[in-house]
């Protein structure tokens, strides 16, 4: 089992910035791929970025160059640096890693942008 914790949520003014960040424990050896996903009200839950053990990132067509994700496999975290929020990004986001082929979920923590 992982468990996956997320921090760094909260509420910010459009244009402002804020850095999510989840860390792992538990049986956390062999974890490849980390993302970060995100659930606004009323929406389907979406992908926001996602890197590779090896460092390869991709990020959806509606944050690439605003977000970027990042991860420190010896401390078994991933960060999300969003900045120029927008209203639109409001939502619950989610860390998602993945260990031997089962997906593990943080319990989310809410973004709030505000215009």
């Known amino acids: 089992q992982v468990q996956l914790v997320e921090s760094g949520g909260g509420l910010v003014q459009a244009g402002g910035s804020l850095r999510l960040s989840c860390s792992a424990s538990g049986n956390t050896d062999c974890i490849s791929t980390m993302a970060w996903y995100r659930q606004a009200p009323g929406k389907e839950r979406e992908l926001v970025a996602g890197i590779t053990e090896g460092g390869t990132t991709n990020n959806a067509d509606s944050v690439k160059g605003r977000f970027t994700i990042s991860r420190d496999n010896a401390k078994r975290t991933v960060d999300l640096q969003m900045s120029s929020l927008k209203p639109e990004d409001t939502a619950v986001y989610y860390c998602?890693?993945?260990?031997?082929?089962?997906?593990?979920w943080g319990k989310g923590i809410l973004v709030t942008v505000s215009s």
């Open positions: 998602q890693m993945r260990r031997v082929g089962l997906s593990y």
